[in-house]
């Protein structure tokens, strides 16, 4: 028994546009399950495939269809967040991905005024022509969305690593938080994915490593899980799984725990 009470999951195949039309016996029997485990916060990740960054008229379509229907089917069955990665301009650049981006959020929003599950849009790795990589990025589109309310940030230590955020000194990882408060603003961080990095800092790529197995390293996680600031962010981990599952997740978060002072 690994004892959560977060959990992340997809509601349908992330890797496929095709739809999950939910029935009310499965809406039932979620909610049921998650009173009967205890479960306190549940974050979806939307499909892989989205991209509101995208110019291809098809894509961006089904895009935006796609978030869509995650939002409506995450509010059906009470799921607190969505999760996003915010998408790539495809080379027509950042500021024209950035303005993309908002619109398509802000049009999706009108269109489902009764949805109540709040939508994260998660910190990239800046792989290709990927949006998000800075803090900055993230505040634009923040700040071009009409209903701010509905919007928040996921923040993923790998990815940020990946992007040049070095959070592997006690002063390093100072001037980083600080830095996402004063660009971003604490109010906006409703979740933590927490992974190491198989990758070296800046490297613009994301693999995900065990926590303390990587570029990263163990102090990061020991500040993370210590930070008052941080203390009430829902926090989960997306670290490898390999043929060994149930016993590198039971290492990694007892990891995590063991931090706590």
């Known amino acids: ?59 961006h379509l089904l895009s935006c269809n796609a978030l869509k229907q995650e939002l409506i089917r995450s509010s059906k069955l009470g799921i607190d967040y969505v999760v996003l990665h915010p998408g790539s301009h495809m080379g027509k650049g950042e500021d024209y991905g950035l303005c993309r981006i908002a619109d398509s959020i802000n049009k999706i929003f009108d269109e489902t005024p ?65 830095e996402f408060i004063e660009t971003i603003g604490l109010k906006h961080l ?17 693999r995900h490593e065990h926590i303390g197995k990587g570029k990263i390293g163990l102090d990061a996680f020991r500040w993370i899980m210590n930070d008052p600031r941080l203390l009430d962010v829902p926090k989960i981990i997306e670290t490898p799984k390999g043929n060994h599952v149930n016993e590198m997740d039971t290492f990694n978060l007892n990891q995590l725990k063991g931090f706590i002072n």
């Open 190 to 206: 409703k979740l933590i994915h927490l992974n190491d990095s198989k990758k070296a800092l800046g490297s613009r790529i994301d």
């Open 114 to 178: 009764k949805v109540n599950t709040q939508l994260l849009l998660e910190t990239s790795s800046g792989q290709g022509s990927s949006i998000g990589h800075t803090f900055k990025h993230l505040a634009i589109i923040l700040d071009r969305i009409k209903n701010n309310d509905k919007v928040g940030i996921c923040l993923d230590t790998c990815h940020i690593f990946a992007a040049g955020y070095d959070i592997r000194t006690k002063q390093s990882y100072a001037k980083t938080i600080n």
């Open 1 to 59: 028994m690994l004892h959560c009470n977060i959990l992340q999951i997809f509601t349908k195949n992330s890797s496929t546009w095709k739809e999950k039309n939910l029935s009310q016996n499965e809406i039932d029997d979620f909610k049921k399950a998650k009173k009967e485990t205890g479960i306190i916060t549940i974050a979806s990740h939307t499909s892989y495939l989205i991209n509101l960054a995208g110019h291809q008229k098809k894509k």
